[in-house]
C-alpha cells in the first residue's frame, strides 16, 4: 500500500548529528516532492524543509541556518534528512511528508511517515 | 513569514453538535493567478502523524467524512465539523503552503464536552 516508513528513535549528544530516513513504497517516488516537518513537545509543527525527488532540487527554511542537509536516493524511493550541530531544542518528532502534486507550485501534504523521536541529551 | 493563528486554543462541544475552528493568517495566501486559497486543514491524534482534511481551503480529501468543511478566503478561514463524533477527538491545524517557509497554527484541540 501508499506508505511512507520511517527510521527508528535516535538518541544523540549535543553538537553531533542524525540521519532520518523515509522509505516510500507504493507510489512512484519520483512524481512527488517531500517534505520534513518536526513536531517539539508541545509545539507546533515546524517545516524544516523539502526535496524535489525527481531531480534532487531542495530548499531549506532558514531558521536552521544551513543545518539542514536533505537528500534521497531514488533507486531506493527513500529520502533522507540530516541535522547537524544538534543542541537540546532539536528534541522533537521528525516526520517526512509527501507533497500532493496539486499543482504547479506547492500543495498540502497528503501523506505523512509515522514519526521519528530524536532526543538530544548529554 | 507567514503567521497563522489559530482561535480558539481549545474547544469542547457536545456529540452531535457543530465545532468551529478559525484560523487567520498575516498575508493572504489567496493566489491570484489560479483564484486558491493555499491553506490546508490536518487532524492529529496522540501518537499519530498528522493527516490531511482540507486543501484549497476547501476541498475535502478523498475518504474524509463529509460532516467535516472548510471555507474562507485570502486571510481568514474557518473549519466546521457538522455533527461532533467521539473519533473526531484530536488536535487540528491549519497551514499555508503559499510560500515558503510553509507554517502552521498552533493547534486547536478538540474535547468532549
Known amino acids: 500500500q501508499v506508505q511512507l516508513v520511517q527510521s527508528g528513535a535516535e538518541v544523540k549528544k549535543p553538537g553531533a548529528s542524525v540521519k532520518v530516513s523515509c522509505k516510500a513504497s507504493?507510489?512512484?517516488?519520483?512524481?512527488?516532492?517531500m517534505h520534513w516537518v518536526r513536531q517539539a513537545p508541545g509545539q507546533r509543527l515546524e517545516w524544516m524543509g523539502w526535496?524535489?525527488?525527481?531531480?534532487?532540487?531542495?530548499k531549506d527554511s532558514q531558521k536552521f541556518q544551513g543545518r539542514v542537509t536533505i537528500s534521497r536516493d531514488t533507486s531506493a524511493s527513500t529520502a533522507y534528512m540530516e541535522l547537524s550541530s544538534l543542541r537540546s531544542e532539536d528534541t522533537a518528532v521528525y516526520y517526512c511528508?509527501?507533497?500532493?502534486?496539486?499543482?504547479?507550485?506547492?500543495?498540502?501534504?497528503?501523506?505523512w511517515g509515522q514519526g521519528t523521536l530524536v532526543t538530544v541529551s548529554s | 513569514d507567514i503567521v497563522m493563528t489559530q482561535s480558539p486554543d481549545s474547544l469542547a462541544v457536545s456529540l452531535g453538535e457543530r465545532a468551529t475552528i478559525n484560523c487567520k493568517s498575516s498575508?493572504?495566501?489567496?493566489?491570484?493567478?489560479?483564484?486558491?486559497?493555499?491553506l490546508a486543514w490536518y487532524q492529529q491524534k496522540p501518537g499519530q502523524p498528522p493527516k490531511l482534511l482540507i486543501y484549497?481551503?476547501?476541498t475535502r480529501e478523498s475518504g474524509v467524512p463529509d460532516r467535516f468543511s472548510g471555507s474562507g478566503s485570502e486571510t481568514d478561514f474557518t473549519l466546521t465539523i457538522s455533527s461532533l463524533q467521539a473519533e473526531d477527538v484530536a488536535v487540528y491545524y491549519c497551514?499555508?503552503?503559499?510560500?515558503?517557509?510553509?507554517?502552521f497554527g498552533q493547534g486547536t484541540k478538540l474535547e468532549i464536552k
Open positions: 511528508a509527501r507533497d500532493g502534486a496539486c499543482s504547479s507550485t506547492s500543495c498540502s501534504f497528503d501523506l
Open positions: 507504493g507510489y512512484t517516488f519520483t512524481s512527488y516532492a
Open positions: 526535496i524535489n525527488s525527481d531531480n534532487g532540487n531542495t
Open positions: 498575508q493572504s495566501v489567496l493566489y491570484s493567478s489560479n483564484n486558491k486559497n493555499y
Open positions: 484549497w481551503a476547501s
Open positions: 497551514q499555508q503552503y503559499y510560500n515558503t517557509p510553509y507554517s
